[in-house]
């Protein structure tokens, strides 16, 4: 009886649910490859074999009780599917990965070619080859950023490029918990990342008949910039092709502080506009012809020009995840037209995801996906709310444009404020205004200007359209560099502990789908995550995993050991803390103070000794005798200092505080690269017990994408 009472029990609620049910199921699909990425090691046969009992567990109770079970069967059979899905996918991109410091000749296929944050010309090779290094050691794909004065032959899709650089694995996180770069380039295939200061060399010219989309994608990229020059030229070229490599970073970080820095990327609202725009003028086109328009279905004929206007922007832009995204959400809301249902709606949306999610799991863990995925289902909850608003029906229609407008940016705006404060630790504070400003002339002005320039360009006639686009993206440059040099435009954010999008993305599904009043329960995840964010409090002293720079935070800033080296590990640390101030301004705190070779500073009742270099290393056993905690970018020779070293190791790996009498060996403890390339980035926090430490490694845990001795 008991059972039969909570089946009915969760039945009633599952009969008020009746007709919502479907978007709940890309959650159950997306909670199971969220469980993959936080599992502490890879589940192996048994947790795959797991997961198909899973599956079959969830169906059968799914046909057994139907009006009961169903729904719950359903969502453990999906939670198991996303667990087995991302596990599969991490399978099959697996290549290998460096496993130590390279520097030699370097060769490969040029596979995409793009910008590094220094601005320096970065290119993406396969079919690659390191000297001597045989092939089953060799990463599939490495990435190499050219520093040299002249990059020597400039790149063309296909080419086989040679040059002789430095090359390293993929770095993990800069501090534990941190951004996990490491297992973003194993999705990507990549296991090589460095650098070359001498010029590329052309082996071999592209192949008649290879690389057509991407060769095709470049010269139209170099039309563009040069019908129209400077910046806008490659603005335009990144809005039509994806190319980015002719943008400089200030113009990027311009855009980034004025929060219109989508408008760069090829995602939904390109896709949207421009597959809208092919949608409209087709059907305007086939409703002159009475003829066509009183027999013919001219809206399914205009869904499917528009679906392949769409499918060949995708091809043409290179396929990467953020337009493959806009293309399956665009590609579902069209398929909704082609059947005669309605396009927009959550279903369409949640179909878009599970496609996503099935044949990319790990976009789920990107910013791109959940910023997307949260801007569209707020949009679309909100404007099928909007049809019941009566105040909606004493708008005039000239102004109902205006408020869907301003309702659209403001609600995207609202939507993704929380992922783009996590991932990128600021809050644009002008991004309302500046979207009000630019998303208008990017719709109506810039992207059909460049559809009519498309179709004009065989006939030479393009030169209109071309101006046109050109006075749009000028237009947003401007807005850009206005908004960005304005006073506090951005307000940095401090990263949020593990689990607090979490529980916001939990807390906005549930009011977004769950139907009646209950929904307001998904208020109290998203109260509770504000409120862990607002009493986080960051890592006391921070190690990088080479052992070149260390952080100590005191009275809410911290003080960098180094004012060079190691630039992009202090701006992850500083900007994580909230932090607006550069590497040199960071170093230049009265925190720490030259002590020989290093740098001394005192946290409470701990001493703690930076040395970076050779000759620091030399100078250590000196040191240890007045710090208790030592750092070293280069390993130690001394027998004592490497049971120092040995001994900071097991602790760590053992979770154990240290205490200020565990430094009996030596007269302190060491860390040093020997160390770290067991535990990568170190996080350290005082406790009364002593010094907490937290460990990259054990964030990542066991994954194919963590590499190196435990």
């Given at each position: 009886?008991?059972?039969?009472?909570?089946?009915?029990?969760?039945?009633?609620?599952?009969?008020?649910?009746?007709?919502?049910?479907?978007?709940?199921?890309?959650?159950?699909?997306?909670?199971?490859?969220?469980?993959?990425?936080?599992?502490?090691?890879?589940?192996?046969?048994?947790?795959?074999?797991?997961?198909?009992?899973?599956?079959?567990?969830?169906?059968?109770?799914?046909?057994?009780?139907?009006?009961?079970?169903?729904?719950?069967?359903?969502?453990?059979?999906?939670?198991?599917?996303?667990?087995?899905?991302?596990?599969?996918?991490?399978?099959?991109?697996?290549?290998?990965?460096?496993?130590?410091?390279?520097?030699?000749?370097?060769?490969?296929?040029?596979?995409?070619?793009?910008?590094?944050?220094?601005?320096?010309?970065?290119?993406?090779?396969?079919d690659v080859r390191l000297g001597t290094m045989p092939p089953e050691e060799t990463p599939l794909r490495v990435r190499v950023s050219v520093h040299a004065a002249s990059p020597g032959t400039v790149p063309t899709p296909g080419a086989v490029v040679m040059t002789t650089g430095h090359l390293s694995a993929p770095s993990g996180p800069a501090e534990p918990g941190g951004f996990d770069f490491q297992r973003h380039a194993w999705f990507q295939s990549l296991g090589g990342v460095g650098y070359t200061r001498h010029l590329l060399v052309l082996l071999e010219p592209r192949k008649p008949g290879e690389a057509r989309l991407f060769h095709l994608r470049v010269r139209l990229s170099r039309a563009i910039q040069s019908r129209i020059p400077g910046q806008p030229g490659a603005f335009a070229a990144a809005v039509l092709t994806g190319d980015r490599s002719g943008l400089d970073q200030r113009a990027v970080e311009a855009m980034r502080d004025a929060n219109i820095a989508h408008l760069l990327a090829i995602s939904g609202l390109h896709m949207g506009l421009l597959t809208g725009f092919v949608f409209a003028v087709t059907r305007a086109v086939l409703a002159l012809v009475p003829a066509l328009a009183l027999r013919h279905p001219i809206r399914k004929w205009a869904a499917v020009v528009a679906l392949a206007a769409g499918a060949f922007y995708l091809a043409l832009s290179g396929g990467n995840v953020a337009t493959e995204r806009a293309f399956v959400q665009v590609a579902v809301m069209f398929a909704a037209v082609l059947l005669d249902r309605r396009a927009i709606t959550l279903r369409s949306v949640a179909i878009a995801a599970l496609i996503i999610l099935l044949h990319r799991p790990e976009t789920l863990v990107s910013p791109g996906f959940q910023m997307s995925f949260a801007a569209t289902a707020a949009l679309v909850g909100v404007f099928n709310?909007?049809?019941?608003?009566?105040?909606?029906?004493?708008?005039?229609?000239?102004?109902?444009?205006?408020?869907?407008?301003?309702?659209?940016?403001?609600?995207?705006?609202?939507?993704?404020?929380?992922?783009?404060?996590?991932?990128?630790?600021?809050?644009?504070?002008?991004?309302?205004?500046?979207?009000?400003?630019?998303?208008?002339?990017?719709?109506?002005?810039?992207?059909?200007?460049?559809?009519?320039?498309?179709?004009?360009?065989?006939?030479?006639?393009?030169?209109?359209?071309?101006?046109?686009?050109?006075?749009?993206?000028?237009?947003?440059?401007?807005?850009?560099?206005?908004?960005?040099?304005?006073?506090?435009?951005?307000?940095?954010?401090?990263?949020?502990?593990?689990?607090?999008l979490s529980l916001i993305a939990c807390g906005a599904l549930f009011v977004l789908l769950w139907r009646g009043r209950a929904r307001a329960l998904g208020g109290l995840p998203i109260l509770v995550a504000v409120v862990l964010w607002a009493q986080s409090d960051r890592p006391v002293i921070l190690i990088s995993d080479t052992g070149g720079l260390v952080g100590v935070r005191e009275t809410f800033e911290r003080g960098l050991s180094r004012t060079r080296g190691n630039g992009f590990v202090a701006r992850i640390w500083l900007e994580n803390d909230g932090d607006l101030a550069d590497q040199t301004t960071a170093a230049a705190r009265p925190i720490w103070g030259a002590d020989g070779a290093g740098h001394l500073t005192r946290i409470g009742n701990w001493s703690v000794w930076h040395g970076p270099g050779r000759r620091a290393a030399r100078e250590a056993a000196t040191a240890c005798g007045q710090a208790d905690l030592v750092v070293l970018s280069e390993p130690t020779d001394d027998p004592n200092l490497r049971r120092a070293a040995l001994a900071f190791a097991d602790l760590a790996a053992n979770d154990t505080p240290l205490r200020l009498n565990d430094a009996h060996l030596s007269g302190c403890l060491v860390v040093d690269p020997h160390v770290l390339r067991a535990t990568g980035a170190l996080a350290l926090n005082p406790t009364p017990q002593g010094m907490a430490v937290t460990t990259a490694r054990g964030w990542q845990g066991d994954r194919l994408w963590s590499s190196g001795p435990r």
């Open positions: 009886m008991h059972l039969h009472a909570i089946l009915a029990a969760v039945n009633r609620v599952q009969q008020g649910q009746r007709g919502a049910l479907m978007p709940w199921s890309a959650v159950a699909l997306g909670c199971g490859v969220a469980l993959y990425f936080a599992l502490p090691r890879e589940p192996g046969l048994a947790g795959y074999g797991l997961c198909v009992c899973a599956v079959a567990v969830g169906l059968g109770a799914a046909l057994w009780r139907r009006e009961g079970l169903a729904p719950m069967g359903f969502a453990v059979a999906l939670v198991a599917c996303g667990v087995g899905a991302a596990g599969l996918r991490a399978h099959a991109v697996a290549g290998p990965v460096l496993a130590f410091r390279y520097y030699g000749p370097i060769e490969g296929r040029v596979v995409a070619i793009d910008r590094s944050a220094t601005d320096a010309l970065r290119v993406m090779l396969a709310a909007a049809r019941d608003w009566a105040w909606m029906d004493r708008v005039p229609r000239w102004g109902k444009g205006v408020v869907a407008l301003v309702l659209s940016s403001a609600v995207a705006g609202a939507a993704t404020a929380p992922f783009a404060a996590a991932h990128f630790n600021q809050i644009a504070i002008y991004g309302l205004a500046a979207n009000l400003l630019t998303v208008p002339v990017m719709g109506s002005l810039v992207i059909p200007a460049a559809v009519v320039a498309v179709l004009l360009a065989p006939l030479g006639l393009s030169g209109l359209a071309f101006a046109l686009m050109e006075r749009g993206l000028r237009w947003i440059l401007f807005v850009a560099e206005r908004v960005s040099h304005t006073p506090s435009a951005v307000h940095p954010i401090e990263a949020p502990p593990a689990g607090v």
